[in-house]
C-alpha cells in the first residue's frame, strides 16, 4: 500500500491512479457527482458558506461555526447527511417551507471551495468524506467533482470543514446570529408548516446594519441592502433559482406589508409612518414600494386572520401614531377632490403612498369617511317651528326669508344644527336635494349673523342652480364665491332702497 | 349617575330635514353643505363688500326702530 504523500493528506485534486493506490486500499470508495470544476464560475466563498449554513439550517435550525488550526467549520446537529445525497440528479425539490429550495447547494458548495483552493472534509453520521475533482484524462485533463467516503465519522450532525480558509465567517449575514436585542418585532409569516415562522423587524443596528442602512434577510439568510433604519427578515417570498433576488420583488415588499400589519408598537409605527407618507418625509426603501393591500396579503395561517385586520385590531395604536406624527387635524387623502371640504370640516388632507393607503384607512381616518360621517351628523338637524322661536331669533328669520324668496328659495328654517365635524361648528347649511336652507338657533339671535349665513347659503344655492353640479356649489369654489358676491350686492342694494325695513323691526345687531 | 343634558332643552323635535337621495359622488352622498360662523363672517369679508353690509344693514335698524318709537 502506497503512503500517503503530503500533497494528498488534505486532498484536492486526485487521479484515479491515487485512487486506486492510496485511497481504495484504505477503505475509501469513489462516488463521481458529476459536474466539471468550471460549473457555477459565480460562486465564490460567501454562496458557498451560505449554501452549507443554509442546509444547516434546514436541518437543524441553528449551526455552529468557527475556527481552529485547520482552517473554518461549520457544523449542525441535523440528522446527518446520506452518500446518495451528493449525488447530482434530478433536483430534488425540497419543500415551500425551506430554506433552500433544490438541495444541490452543498455540493456547489463544495465544488466552489475546491475551485478557490480549499479542500473540503465532510464529518456526518457514521461516514466521512473529502470532497474532491477527480482529475481524468480526456483529450486534455479534466476536473470532475467527486467524492471520497468511508464508513466513519460522528454520532451526530455534520460538520463541513473548509481546510484553510481563513476569511470571513459571514455571521452577519444570517439573522440566527443576530443579538436578540435588535429584534424589535415578530409577526406570524404565510409560512406555518412544519412550524410557524416569524417575519421579524430587526434595527438596523451593527450585525444587522449596511452602508444602506438596513438589510433584508429572507428565511434568515442575507438578500439585500435596503435603505432604511430598519432591517427584515422575511418567510412569506420565493426566491429566484440563483438566490440573487426574489422571485417576484412584489412580493418581497407584500410580505414586508404583512409584517408592518402585525406591528402594534407606537413608537415603531411613529417611525413607519413618515417613510410611507407622500412626499416621504423620511426617504427609504419601504416609501416606495411597500405594499399592505389587504386581499394580496391574505391571511395569516395561524389564526385565520387576515393581515389588513390586524391594522384594525390596533387602531388605536395606530390612530395615537398618526396624531403625533402626521396631526390630529389630518386625515387620509383617497382624492383630492375633497380637499376643500375636508378643509371646510377643520381637516387637512395627507396623501400616502399608494401601496398602504387603503390598508391604513381601515385604523385611520380618510376624507371619505369624515365627510360620510359629517353627511350622517347633519341629517340628525332638528327644524324648530316658528312659534318655539324668540321673538328676536322670528324676527331675524323671516329677513332671511324674504330676501331668500328673492332667489327662489321658499324653504328656510331655524334648527339645531349638530357640528358638521369634531373640529367644525355649524351655524348655517344648505341642503341641495330640498333646496331648503338651515340657520341655527344661536345664529338666528344676531341680524348680522342671520344675514352673514343667509347671503353665503343663497351663494350655494345659485351656484348649484346655475351649474347643475354639487360640486361647483361647494365652499371655496370660484362659482360659489361669484353667487355669494352676487347676493351680498343684491341684499346691500335691497336695504339701502329700504325694502327690507319692515323685517328690520326689533332686529338686533 | 347624572344624566346628560340636552343641549336645547326648550326645543320640541318636530322633523328631520326631508329624504332626499342625492346621486353619489366619490363614494359620498354629498347633499348638506355646512358652514361654520368664523367661516360664514370670513367668507362675506372676502366679498369685499362687509363695511357696506354692515354699513346698510345698520342704518336700516335703526330706521326700523326709529319708525317703531
Known amino acids: 500500500m502506497r503512503a500517503i504523500p503530503e500533497a494528498q493528506a488534505k486532498p484536492r485534486t486526485i487521479t484515479m491512479e491515487d485512487f486506486e493506490e492510496i485511497w481504495k486500499p484504505r477503505g475509501w470508495r469513489l462516488i463521481i457527482i458529476g459536474p466539471t470544476s468550471s460549473w457555477r464560475q459565480e460562486w465564490g466563498e460567501w454562496e458557498a458558506i451560505r449554501d452549507i449554513v443554509q442546509n444547516a439550517l434546514d436541518e437543524a435550525e441553528a449551526y455552529q461555526y468557527g475556527y481552529d488550526s485547520e482552517g473554518f467549520w461549520i457544523a449542525d446537529k441535523g440528522k446527518g447527511v446520506a452518500v446518495s445525497d451528493f449525488l447530482l440528479g434530478p433536483p430534488k425539490l425540497k419543500p415551500d417551507y425551506a430554506r433552500g429550495k433544490f438541495g444541490e447547494g452543498m455540493k456547489i458548495a463544495a465544488l466552489a471551495l475546491l475551485r478557490k483552493g480549499y479542500p473540503v472534509h465532510v464529518e456526518t453520521i457514521d461516514r466521512e468524506f473529502w470532497i474532491i475533482f477527480l482529475e481524468q484524462q480526456v483529450n486534455g485533463k479534466v476536473e470532475t467533482l467527486a467524492a471520497l467516503w468511508r464508513p466513519n465519522g460522528s454520532r451526530t450532525g455534520t460538520k463541513f470543514h473548509i481546510i484553510g480558509y481563513t476569511g470571513p465567517s459571514f455571521d452577519y449575514y444570517f439573522a440566527v446570529n443576530l443579538p436578540r436585542r435588535l429584534i424589535l418585532a415578530e409577526v406570524p409569516s404565510p409560512i406555518n408548516v412544519p412550524t410557524i415562522r416569524y417575519n421579524q423587524l430587526i434595527r438596523a443596528e451593527g450585525m444587522a446594519s449596511s452602508p444602506a442602512g438596513g438589510v433584508i434577510y429572507t428565511r434568515d439568510i442575507y438578500l439585500q441592502d435596503i435603505k432604511s433604519t430598519f432591517s427584515y427578515n422575511l418567510w412569506g417570498l420565493e426566491l429566484s433559482p440563483d438566490r440573487h433576488g426574489p422571485k417576484s420583488e412584489a412580493d418581497m415588499w407584500l410580505d414586508m406589508g404583512r409584517l408592518w400589519s402585525g406591528v402594534s408598537n407606537v413608537y415603531l409605527l411613529e417611525e413607519f409612518l413618515p417613510m410611507v407618507l407622500e412626499p416621504p418625509v423620511v426617504q427609504s426603501g419601504e416609501s416606495r414600494y411597500i405594499r399592505m393591500d389587504s386581499w394580496d396579503m391574505g391571511s395569516e395561517p395561524g389564526s385565520k386572520k387576515r393581515y389588513a385586520d390586524l391594522i384594525k385590531d390596533h387602531a388605536q395604536i395606530w390612530q395615537a401614531a398618526w396624531n403625533k406624527i402626521v396631526g390630529i387635524d389630518a386625515v387620509i387623502r383617497t382624492t383630492s377632490r375633497w380637499d376643500g371640504m375636508v378643509k371646510h370640516l377643520g381637516y387637512r388632507s395627507v396623501t400616502l403612498q399608494h401601496g398602504v393607503t387603503d390598508a391604513l384607512a381601515t385604523a385611520i381616518m380618510t376624507d371619505l369617511v369624515l365627510i360620510r360621517e359629517s353627511q350622517a351628523r347633519l341629517r340628525d338637524s332638528e327644524i324648530v317651528p316658528d312659534p318655539m322661536l324668540t321673538r328676536t331669533a322670528l324676527i331675524h328669520l323671516n329677513l332671511a326669508r324674504k330676501i331668500a324668496l328673492k332667489f327662489r328659495v321658499e324653504r328656510v328654517q331655524a334648527a339645531v344644527i349638530p357640528p358638521a365635524s369634531e373640529r367644525a361648528r355649524t351655524a348655517g347649511l344648505y341642503d341641495h336635494v330640498r333646496e331648503e336652507i338651515l340657520i341655527h338657533l344661536e345664529t338666528l339671535e344676531s341680524a348680522t349673523k342671520t344675514l352673514d349665513t343667509i347671503i353665503h347659503e343663497l351663494g350655494h344655492h345659485r351656484a348649484y342652480k346655475a351649474s347643475g353640479d354639487i360640486q361647483m356649489a361647494e365652499d371655496l369654489m370660484p362659482l360659489h364665491s361669484e353667487k355669494m358676491t352676487e347676493v351680498a350686492a343684491y341684499v346691500i342694494g335691497s336695504t339701502a332702497a329700504n325694502e327690507f325695513d319692515e323685517n328690520f323691526k326689533g332686529a338686533v345687531w | ?69
Open chain 2, 1 to 69: 349617575m347624572t344624566r346628560r343634558q340636552p343641549l336645547y332643552p326648550h326645543v320640541p323635535k318636530s322633523r328631520k330635514p326631508g329624504l332626499g337621495i342625492p346621486s353619489p359622488i366619490q363614494g359620498v352622498q354629498l347633499r348638506f353643505l355646512p358652514d361654520s360662523p368664523e367661516f360664514l363672517t370670513l367668507s362675506v369679508n372676502n366679498t369685499g363688500l362687509r363695511g357696506r353690509l354692515d354699513s346698510v344693514v345698520r342704518a336700516a335698524i335703526k330706521r326700523a326702530n326709529e319708525v317703531r318709537r
